[in-house]
């Protein structure tokens, strides 16, 4: 349910974005999202479909790209990709984490005219 | 058709809030903690334990987040304590643009303001309003598996309470289990074991809490 503010946040944001760089219509917005986040990419497409009509995203489309959850072990210095959020180290097992990448949430770029 | 990099967080309208809000905080110099549990964690029993054992020493704010109605807020300040409602309607997390409405009701200065988050394991976690740090509140008939299935909360809180420890002998719930699932999250964690019934545990974390309390205190003196 959080994502009809999400997706506000971010219909807000293309059409900033679009009326900086004088797009009248926005076809495509590229959107970075990681696995480590609760937002569901079919929940925001359901808002989105609700929020983008009479505005300058009115046609465009959410291209999604999933960023997977990048740790690196503090201990062991090796870097891994985790399927899920159990942040312990899968070669030696510590616990001494660093999030390289998951977080993300962010437009990357818009394309448009 | 042109494509322009962007590169900005979606939630970046939130996050400057967040900051604002930090700042009218840090005014008053109060230590604030965004508090999330699911329904029915003991978040409200918690807190109102929490400023008894405060009071002598510590002037608190609750902020309190619901989507409707004014049961908690009633509830406390019916016990004197200072309380502000907000109502999020149809959102399930308090947001900062949201907290940053109820700001110019605050008079006078509190050291601490707790802020009371709408009961949800999931969406409070991924918003800012302007806290210090978020606190998980676990309590033990929810099941010890919580923190694997919802793992950002457990990630980003600085402190875990598991209330309602006084049941542990009649409910199914692995203590070691819960701390594992905790600690694989966040290795920093810091576990707290209470009951916001019986006072079990208060002492242990309000000797973590006075620490930061007098931290923030000693700051505005210097």
Request: charged share 30%; aromatic share 8%; net charge negative.
């Given at each position: 349910?959080?994502?009809?503010?999400?997706?506000?946040?971010?219909?807000?944001?293309?059409?900033?974005?679009?009326?900086?760089?004088?797009?009248?219509?926005?076809?495509?917005?590229?959107?970075?999202?990681?696995?480590?986040?609760?937002?569901?990419?079919?929940?925001?497409?359901?808002?989105?479909?609700?929020?983008?009509?009479?505005?300058?995203?009115?046609?465009?489309?959410?291209?999604?790209?999933?960023?997977?959850?990048?740790?690196?072990?503090?201990?062991?210095?090796?870097?891994?990709?985790?399927?899920?959020?159990?942040?312990?180290?899968?070669?030696?097992?510590?616990?001494?984490?660093?999030?390289?990448?998951?977080?993300?949430?962010?437009?990357?770029?818009?394309?448009?005219? | 058709?042109?494509?322009?990099?962007?590169?900005?967080?979606?939630?970046?309208?939130?996050?400057?809030?967040?900051?604002?809000?930090?700042?009218?905080?840090?005014?008053?110099?109060?230590?604030?903690?965004?508090i999330i549990s699911s329904p029915g964690a003991?978040?409200?029993?918690?807190?109102?334990?929490?400023?008894?054992?405060?009071?002598?020493?510590?002037?608190?704010?609750?902020?309190?987040?619901?989507?409707?109605?004014?049961?908690?807020?009633?509830?406390?300040?019916?016990?004197?304590?200072?309380?502000?409602?907000?109502?999020?309607?149809?959102?399930?997390?308090?947001?900062?643009?949201?907290?940053?409405?109820?700001?110019?009701?605050?008079?006078?200065?509190?050291?601490?303001?707790?802020?009371?988050?709408?009961?949800?394991?999931?969406?409070?976690?991924?918003?800012?309003?302007?806290?210090?740090?978020?606190?998980?509140?676990?309590?033990?008939?929810?099941?010890?598996?919580?923190?694997?299935?919802?793992?950002?909360?457990?990630?980003?809180?600085?402190?875990?309470?598991?209330?309602?420890?006084?049941?542990?002998?009649?409910?199914?719930?692995?203590?070691?289990?819960?701390?594992?699932?905790?600690?694989?999250?966040?290795?920093?964690?810091?576990?707290?074991?209470?009951?916001?019934?019986?006072?079990?545990?208060?002492?242990?974390?309000?000797?973590?809490?006075?620490?930061?309390?007098?931290?923030?205190?000693?700051?505005?003196?210097?």
């Amino acid at each position: 349910m959080h994502e009809f503010s999400v997706t506000k946040s971010l219909v807000d944001l293309c059409i900033q974005e679009a009326e900086k760089n004088n797009f009248k219509k926005v076809y495509k917005i590229n959107l970075k999202i990681g696995k480590f986040t609760g937002f569901s990419p079919d929940s925001i497409l359901f808002y989105f479909d609700y929020l983008k009509p009479n505005t300058r995203c009115s046609d465009a489309e959410i291209i999604f790209t999933e960023v997977p959850i990048r740790i690196k072990c503090r201990a062991c210095g090796k870097e891994n990709v985790i399927d899920e959020p159990i942040l312990v180290c899968p070669d030696c097992g510590r616990a001494e984490i660093e999030i390289l990448s998951g977080r993300e949430f962010y437009i990357e770029s818009i394309e448009g005219e | 058709m042109k494509e322009v990099k962007v590169l900005k967080p979606v939630l970046v309208s939130n996050k400057q809030r967040a900051q604002e809000n930090r700042k009218k905080f840090d005014e008053m110099n109060a230590l604030v903690i965004n508090i999330i549990s699911s329904p029915g964690a003991g978040k409200t029993t918690f807190i109102h334990r929490l400023i008894e054992d405060l009071k002598d020493s510590y002037k608190t704010l609750v902020i309190e987040g619901d989507i409707k109605g004014q049961v908690d807020s009633q509830r406390l300040a019916d016990e004197g304590v200072d309380v502000i409602q907000i109502n999020t309607e149809t959102e399930c997390h308090l947001d900062a643009f949201m907290t940053a409405q109820v700001l110019p009701q605050i008079k006078g200065r509190y050291d601490l303001v707790l802020i009371e988050n709408v009961g949800n394991l999931v969406c409070p976690a991924e918003f800012e309003i302007g806290e210090d740090f978020k606190l998980a509140i676990l309590s033990t008939p929810e099941g010890d598996d919580k923190p694997f299935k919802y793992p950002l909360l457990f990630h980003l809180a600085r402190a875990v309470v598991i209330n309602k420890i006084d049941l542990l002998p009649y409910v199914d719930f692995d203590l070691d289990n819960a701390k594992r699932h905790i600690k694989n999250n966040n290795p920093k964690a810091e576990i707290f074991e209470v009951s916001a019934k019986t006072g079990q545990g208060f002492e242990e974390f309000c000797r973590f809490l006075k620490k930061l309390l007098d931290a923030r205190k000693k700051k505005n003196k210097d």
